[in-house]
Nanobody
Framework: QRQLVESGGGLVQPGGSLRLSCAAS????????VGWFRQAPGQEREGIAC????????YYPGPGKGRFTISRDNAKPTVYLQMNNLQPDDTARYFC???????????????????WGQGTQVTVSS
């Protein structure tokens, strides 16, 4: 059974940093791409960052470009989202998702993934 478990969320002051983790299990080796998404109350879900199977490719649709970095450790296997200079607008529930395959990352970051975690809450407030 495929499973994704997020951790690392919490309360942080504006300008602060957090690192989210997404632990994956049940997938076929490391043959899956992973993405991070977020959804704030009353807003649509949006893609934050996606990473290829090998980790060599990353794609940032927009909200976190220049501040967020996605990476993966296939030995664990875990995918990380390092978030720097967090602002109140970044407050949301953050989800990781995964899909077997190596299609273009912009496709996955549009939400075209089948396996989703339960999410972790990030609150940015002074």
């Amino acid at each position: 059974q495929r499973q994704l478990v997020e951790s690392g969320g919490g309360l942080v002051q504006p300008g602060g940093s957090l690192r989210l983790s997404c632990a994956a299990s049940g997938f076929r080796g490391n043959f899956y791409s992973v993405g991070w998404f977020r959804q704030a109350p009353g807003q649509e879900r949006e893609g934050i960052a996606c990473i290829s199977m090998s980790g060599a490719g990353q794609y940032y649709p927009g909200p976190g470009k220049g501040r967020f970095t996605i990476s993966r450790d296939n030995a664990k296997p875990t995918v990380y989202l390092q978030m720097n200079n967090l602002q109140p607008d970044d407050t949301a529930r953050y989800f990781c998702a995964a899909e077997e395959g190596d299609l273009p990352l912009y496709y996955y970051c549009a939400g075209n993934m089948y396996n989703w975690g339960q999410g972790t809450q990030v609150t940015v407030s002074s």
